[in-house]
């Protein structure tokens, strides 16, 4: 009964982990909400540091929701500071809200976060959305506290693309769809 309780313990610790690192685009309290992580299985491997959860899984901490197929969360020496979080899906998805209320949404084929580094990084059909205005490209990189991002695309075909609204635009009420009708 002690081992599964020790078990117990860690599998919960690093599913706190996980949240705890989930990107910074989120509103001030949400890192100290409690973390909900539902899936359809997960393992714990205590040795390696690696918790696996698999089968649509659903982290959520306060306004931070994140869907995936698979999460992986792995602590390389089991130094939380050094925690890694990939997420997996087709696609893996992300939604949270800034303390200015607006939404920060997002999907890739892998999303990793380096707590280290704060570091975060879309690969596969990676896209971010705040707003009208959107990045899309192959690979989208985000330095958090530096507050700085790259996209890069893949093939002499590809581009990566940008949509700005300019914020008089943004700040405009949404219209009702009866105004979008009568216009």
Known sequence: ???????????????????????????????????????????????????????????????IKITADKVVVTRPGGDSQKTIVDAYGNPATFYQLQDDGKPVKGHAAKMRYELAKDFVELTGNAYIEQLDSNVKGDRITYLVKEQKMQAFSQGNNKRVTTVLVPSQLQDKPASSPSQQKSR
């Open 1 to 63: 009964m002690k081992s599964m309780n020790n078990q117990s313990l860690k599998l919960l610790l690093l599913g706190t982990l996980l949240a705890a690192s989930i990107p910074a685009f989120a509103l001030t309290g949400d890192s100290e909400k409690p973390v909900n992580i539902d899936s359809a299985n997960q393992a714990l491997d205590m040795q390696g540091n690696v918790a696996t959860f698999t089968g649509n899984v659903i982290v959520t901490q306060g306004s």
